[in-house]
């Protein structure tokens, strides 16, 4: 059985609690490094084990053996070093002397770099303006890859510095966040005034910014901007273009922080930028490595898949749209979100997405998924050698910027819908501690649950087909809260009256043409599409089936699906289900043959044996055409009749 005799962390930790997450019970990140934990190692200490090489305990070395290699592997700076026993010889003996270090690779080999990037001025200023923490933490772990790449880095508050630290530093770094309608952080706000009032010539400064923010804001990182322009301003270089970060920074701060080290780093004490050395110093700050090398610990390592990955792209600035098409080789287990990532990271880092979280829902080959939930072995479409993902931003959302997109009008909605919590008094009990809690049947609690047991809102609400087609539509996701909120027996009678009426009402449940469609969203599209079918019963039982019922809608619906075809002469009786074709044979039969479309006496349409186009009694139908998207003319067919 293969097993690692020992395991330690060298100088140049970054604390990104990578190796953490991949192997718990090995590695625990402190402030400075990542230890080896007491329980795992044989002389029960707690350190980066570098200088004692404290051996592993027999059983942590073989059962986390995978583990540990992984999170080598992981390493984005290449600091964990591992020592492997059980090595066999030809014989198949096992190897009795002390085993061999090993380590990740190197990619290249070394190049030696000329003493003017290795000697004399290597300083490195990082500001950072923050209103929330953010800005100072990405500040923290710059300063920790700036000395990968031989430079002293000063990190300093913006609150603690002035323009005198500006113009004497030879590199800087801006780091800073937008707060409010475009202003600068609190402790940005007194530099800034000064670098706005200042005259001073900042030739000598070699200078890049990264600039936080929110894309739901209009005035996006426009803080961060101001620094950019501002510093060139003053005659500052620019080695690299500004960042512009939404929520979701880390992979963008990433490339960008590799980037910005790399030439601030090929600059010697003269202000003579090396080109020829960017790619070096590059390497030896963030490692190159195979895209998703280190799997979930959860997940199953699937075999690589040769795709292309078409994507959807918006600039809000100039207004433009298409798609860009990158050819990639990934494993099967990877998330749509870490496949995304990887281009950014080694191909396009001006791709904009959320990678996480309940806004990260994109259409993906024609399926509404999370990108953090959905692998692209279940999503891949195409066959061997042709392998490809289509991605695009959720439908029924307005676009910010590529695959962004805001959910103000999912928010307006709800709103208007008044899904919130409004309750009625109820008997209650006595807790066990003498506080008075409410009390629910166990059925209605679990029924309650269950509607609620859906990942993402936002992303449900793009389940529906009909959606983007019905602009007064409240949306699959708005209904199903106003029916939680009515099925819940602590919700009001007049709250449960009112997310009746509006479900009831133009815009609402009757306006989703198809829930069937829902029901191929994966596990919450089914559990949405169960509990809109619920809804829309309970509806036909407090209206008596009278009103706008469904019947017809379904029926319509579903003969369009399975025909492919449009005709006028049919749609009276392809509404009525086949129980109304049968109750009302003749008129059908009328319509059928295509003496009427009314299904009424036949002398009422005899004008159509006299008037051109005349054919012997038989009414030339208006259209006949085929369907593709039968949900449209379903909407259509609600809105023009209105005895339904």
Not at 88 to 96: F, I, M, N
Not at 436 to 465: F, K, R, V
């Amino acid at each position: 059985m293969s097993q690692i005799a020992m395991v330690w962390v060298e100088d140049g930790c970054i604390t990104c609690d990578a190796c953490q997450e991949i192997a718990p019970d090995v590695f625990e990140v402190q402030d400075d490094s990542s230890f080896i934990v007491a329980a795992a190692r044989v002389d029960g200490g707690f350190d980066s084990n570098e200088s004692t090489k404290s051996a592993l305990k027999d059983e942590i070395g073989s059962s986390m053996y995978d583990d540990i290699l992984d999170a080598v592997d992981g390493c984005p700076v290449d600091v964990i070093k591992y020592v492997k026993v059980g090595a066999e010889l030809a014989g198949g003996d096992e190897v009795s002397e002390a085993p061999v270090v090993e380590a990740a690779p190197a990619v290249e080999e070394a190049v030696e770099l000329p003493s003017e990037l290795t000697e004399g001025d290597r300083g490195l200023l990082v500001l950072f303006g923050s209103q929330s923490g953010n800005s100072e933490d990405l500040g923290v772990n710059t300063v920790k890859l700036a000395a990968n790449a031989g430079l002293n880095a000063t990190l300093k508050d913006m609150a603690s510095a002035s323009m005198d630290d500006i113009s004497a530093a030879s590199r800087v770094l801006i780091i800073c966040s937008t707060w409010g309608e475009g202003d600068q952080p609190d402790n940005a706000e007194d530099l800034w005034q000064a670098a706005s009032a200042s005259s001073a010539d900042l030739s000598g400064v070699s200078f890049s910014v990264c600039a936080l923010g929110d894309l739901s804001y209009d005035l996006f990182c426009e803080a961060g901007k101001q620094w950019d322009t501002r510093l060139s301003e003053l005659g500052a270089r620019r080695v690299v273009d500004r960042a512009d970060c939404d929520v979701d920074f880390d992979q963008v701060w990433k490339t960008w922080s590799t980037a910005a080290l790399a030439n601030l780093a090929c600059i010697d004490d003269s202000g003579n930028m090396h080109e020829d050395f960017i790619a070096t110093f590059a390497e030896l700050i963030s490692p190159t490595k195979k895209a998703g090398a280190v799997a979930s610990a959860a997940g199953i390592v699937q075999a690589d898949i040769d795709l292309t990955v078409k994507i959807f792209r918006y600039d809000p600035a100039e207004a433009s749209r298409g798609w860009d098409s990158y050819d990639c080789t990934v494993p099967g287990h990877l998330s749509i979100s870490e496949v995304l990532n990887s281009i950014r990271e080694s191909q396009d880092g001006s791709i904009s997405f959320r990678s996480s979280g309940k806004l990260s829902g994109l259409l993906v080959n024609g399926r509404v998924v999370r990108a953090d939930e959905c692998r692209v072995l279940d999503l891949v479409g195409g066959v061997q050698g042709s392998f490809y993902l289509n991605v695009e931003p959720l439908p029924g959302h307005e676009v910010l910027r590529d695959l962004i997109v805001a959910t103000d009008t999912y928010d307006n909605r709800r709103s208007s819908a008044k899904v919130w919590a409004r309750t009625r008094d109820r008997m209650g009990e006595y807790a066990d501690n003498g506080i008075a809690i409410g009390t629910m049947e166990p059925t209605a609690a679990l029924n309650i649950y269950q509607m609620s047991n859906i990942s993402s809102l936002e992303t449900a609400q793009a389940y529906s087909d009909a959606l983007p087609y019905s602009p007064n539509y409240l949306g699959p996701a708005v209904c199903l809260s106003l029916w939680r909120r009515a099925s819940d027996p602590r919700t009001s009678a007049a709250a449960v009256e009112d997310s009746m009426n509006r479900l009831e009402a133009k815009g609402g449940l009757w306006s989703e043409t198809d829930i069937s469609a829902i029901t191929r969203q994966g596990a919450d599209g089914a559990t949405m599409a169960k509990a809109l079918y619920q809804c829309r019963a309970d509806l036909l039982r407090r209206n008596k089936f009278t009103g706008k019922h469904g019947k017809h809608v379904k029926w319509f619906s579903r003969t369009i699906k399975m025909t492919g075809e449009v005709n006028e002469t049919l749609v009276p009786a392809l509404v009525t289900g086949p129980i109304g074709m049968i109750a009302n044979g003749r008129q059908v039969l009328r319509m059928l043959t295509g003496f009427t479309r009314t299904g009424g006496p036949l002398m009422r349409d005899k004008q159509a044996l006299f008037l051109p186009p005349a054919s012997i009694g038989k009414m030339p139908p208006m259209f006949s055409l085929p369907d593709q998207s039968h949900y449209q003319v379903v909407a259509i067919f609600n809105e023009f009749d209105k005895r339904f």
